[in-house]
């Protein structure tokens, strides 16, 4: 029974279950119809939608394509006018050119057809020219007959004889007119030299420069006097010793006298007791220290006087050792003369000359300055001074006119440049100022260097000084070679040599120094 129950139970479900999923079908179908009626109303809208919008679509773009259309179709048009507009200038130049060519040709089929009728004229006037000319040939030839039978001389034979005459006749008027013309130069030329010399000389107005031989160093008090003796007179000893120089010490208030004839030893002994007189410290030691920066001073002040003295001249590219020959010209003398001052003043004579003869005034003055540096060096040589200046000269690349001038202004050489004759005036005219020269201090000078010469021809001399004029002769010997005995002898046999090879006025007192020193450093 239970059983039964179940199976029937169970029945029931399937059945109602069968039952459940048809009612389920049947409703989803009814649903399904429904959603698809309406999708196909909303598609059905949609697309009447998109076909309305398309169409608007459709209209729109026709209408912007038309406007495009004619757009493109204005500029086209512009174009094709501005073109049309180029083409009708185009044409219109042609026709321009046309009727300009057309007229150019007429013209020139004239002008042919003148030049054709001229042409026929000349030929016509060429024809009648020659027959004239051969008519006008006969007539002279039958002329010329007839003067020969008459004459009785042929054609040539008179045509020599009124050569002859006529070249006797012109060069009679010819050597008149040359000698006339050469008188006329000389004179002229005369004049012109003598108005250039003046006016240069007038121009040129410098003062005399003489050199002495002596220094006056003017002192605050003669109380200063003492301290430049030293004790014993050792200090005045020790800076004639260094220096070379006679230092006179004598009445004279505030002044002591320094003596020399080298203006270079004088200069360094001045500055060095100018130093030594400032400073207060005055023996021996410190008298040998500042005498040896004193001559470092004097070389560099030699360097400074060459540089102002180019400059001041106006003279450029000059080598450094002619800058420092020129700057030892002030430390030398000509005659008396101060060498750089002369030299100076024959550039300057040389640059107003040149420039009144239409010359290079800075290659004269150039010229001028350097015409003595032959005269410069220390050391004694057979060549003249000319000829050395010029060698020195071409070593440090002057010109060769400049050198010329050199070596020509006392005629060693041949003068080849008109710079030549002109440094040899300048420097006649520099000399001959009334007082500008002496020729007694020159040789004076000459004399002394030939005396200290004589002592440094021995063995183991180290410094010799002429001094009292050429009266004594102080030299100093190294006393690692020379013994006191050596001394004594060598003081004789330079008083000796003295003696028979130079000529001098009294007497010459030889004076052998040797001195021995011991020196260490304490550390």
Same mark, same amino acid.
Do not use: W
């Given at each position: ?12 479900? *399937? ?12 409703? $989803? ?37 038309? +406007?495009?259309?004619? +757009? ?62 051969? +008519? ?19 054609? $040539?034979? @008179?045509?020599?004889?009124?050569? +002859? ?8 008027? @010819? ?106 410290? *005055? ?57 750089l001052q002369h030299s100076r003043e024959v550039a300057k004579l040389c640059g107003v000359m040149a420039a009144e003869l239409g010359l290079n005034p800075k290659l004269a003055k150039r010229a001028g300055l350097l015409h003595d540096i032959g005269k410069v060096p220390d050391t004694e040589t057979e060549m003249p001074h000319a000829l050395l200046g010029m060698q020195w000269a071409e070593k440090y690349g002057e010109k060769p006119e400049v050198c010329n001038a050199i070596g020509a202004h006392h005629d060693e050489i041949e003068m080849n440049s008109l710079l030549s ?72 046999? *330079? ?29």
């Open positions: 029974m239970e059983t039964t129950t179940i199976i029937i139970i169970i029945s029931a479900l *399937i059945v109602g279950l069968a039952i459940g999923y048809g009612i389920a079908k049947v409703l $989803e179908r009814n649903n399904a119809s429904k959603v698809v009626q309406r999708a196909k109303k909303s598609a059905a809208g949609i697309l009447k939608e998109a076909k309305t919008e398309a169409e608007s679509i459709k209209k729109d773009k026709i209408l912007q394509a038309k +406007e495009k259309f004619i +757009e493109l179709k204005a500029e086209h048009e512009k174009v094709i006018l501005g073109r049309d507009k180029k083409i009708g200038e185009a044409e219109k130049r042609i026709r321009d050119k046309e009727s300009q060519v057309s007229s150019e040709i007429a013209k020139n089929k004239n002008l042919n057809k003148d030049l054709e009728d001229k042409i026929k004229d000349y030929d016509n006037r060429n024809e009648y020219l020659e027959k004239k000319q051969q +008519e006008v040939d006969k007539l002279h030839a039958s002329k010329v007959q007839q003067l020969e039978v008459i004459s009785g001389l042929s054609a $040539e034979e @008179a045509k020599s004889q009124l050569i +002859e005459s006529l070249k006797d006749t012109a060069k009679a008027d @010819a050597m008149s007119m040359i000698q006339d013309t050469v008188e006329e130069a000389k004179l002229t030329a005369q004049q012109e030299a003598r108005k250039v010399i003046i006016n240069t000389i007038q121009r040129i107005g410098t003062e005399e420069a003489i050199d002495n031989c002596v220094s006056v160093f003017n002192l605050e008090s003669d109380d200063v006097k003492g301290r430049i003796i030293g004790r014993e007179g050792r200090n005045i000893r020790a800076i004639e010793a260094a220096t070379g120089v006679e230092i006179i010490v004598d009445d004279t208030p505030e002044a002591i006298i320094l003596s020399c004839f080298d203006t270079v030893r004088r200069e360094v002994a001045r500055l060095s007791l100018h130093k030594l007189v400032t400073d207060g410290r *005055i023996h021996p030691a410190r008298i040998e220290e500042v005498v040896k920066k004193t001559r470092k001073q004097i070389d560099e002040e030699i360097i400074d006087i060459g540089k102002r003295t180019v400059i001041d001249l106006g003279i450029h590219g000059l080598h450094p050792e002619l800058i420092k020959t020129v700057g030892r010209m002030k430390y030398r003398s000509s005659y008396g003369q101060n060498l004759p002109i440094v040899q005036v300048c420097d006649a005219i520099s000399g001959a100022r009334p007082g500008a020269r002496r020729q007694v201090l020159d040789s004076y000078i000459q004399r002394l260097k030939d005396l200290e010469d004589i002592a440094f021809g021995f063995g183991g001399v180290k410094k010799a000084y002429a001094i009292q004029a050429g009266r004594e002769l102080r030299v100093i010997v190294e006393s690692e070679k020379v013994t006191d005995d050596k001394a004594a002898n060598l003081s004789f046999e *330079i008083s000796q040599k003295i003696q028979t090879d130079m000529t001098y006025p009294g007497q010459v007192k030889v004076t052998v120094i040797r001195e021995t020193r011991a020196v260490n450093i304490a550390k």
